[in-house]
């Protein structure tokens, strides 16, 4: 079984920021800040395990490595694969017009 290193970029730390800073300081639910917190970490290990398995998703963007999906709660991590790492690049409210941010 292939072992995957794990990465992530500064995109995905930015779109953190402002689900973070949405749920704390306009819903003023810092409960929310650790469930979604812990869920994300939680789901994104254990898609490292194979980051593989899921269908890439489609977009109306061409890319060498497509992208591939996390579904954690209303919001989706987008990952790529590279060689034997796991990239995680961006976290997105779910109902936002993906094709057009990605």
Do not use: C, H, W
Not at 13 to 26: G, P, R, T, V
Not at 29 to 42: D, G, I, S
């Amino acid at each position: 079984m292939a072992r995957f290193d794990l990465r992530y970029s500064t995109l995905f730390y930015e779109d953190l920021d402002k689900i973070k800073d949405y749920l704390l300081f306009e819903l003023k639910n810092k409960q929310a800040v650790k469930t979604l917190l812990n869920n994300t970490e939680a789901a994104i290990k254990k898609r490292l395990a194979n980051p593989l398995s899921p269908a890439s998703y489609r977009s109306i963007s061409s890319r060498p490595n497509p992208y591939r999906r996390i579904l954690v709660g209303n919001y989706i991590i987008f990952y790529v694969v590279v060689g034997n790492v796991m990239i995680i690049r961006r976290m997105l409210y779910g109902r936002r017009d993906l094709d057009r941010i990605l």
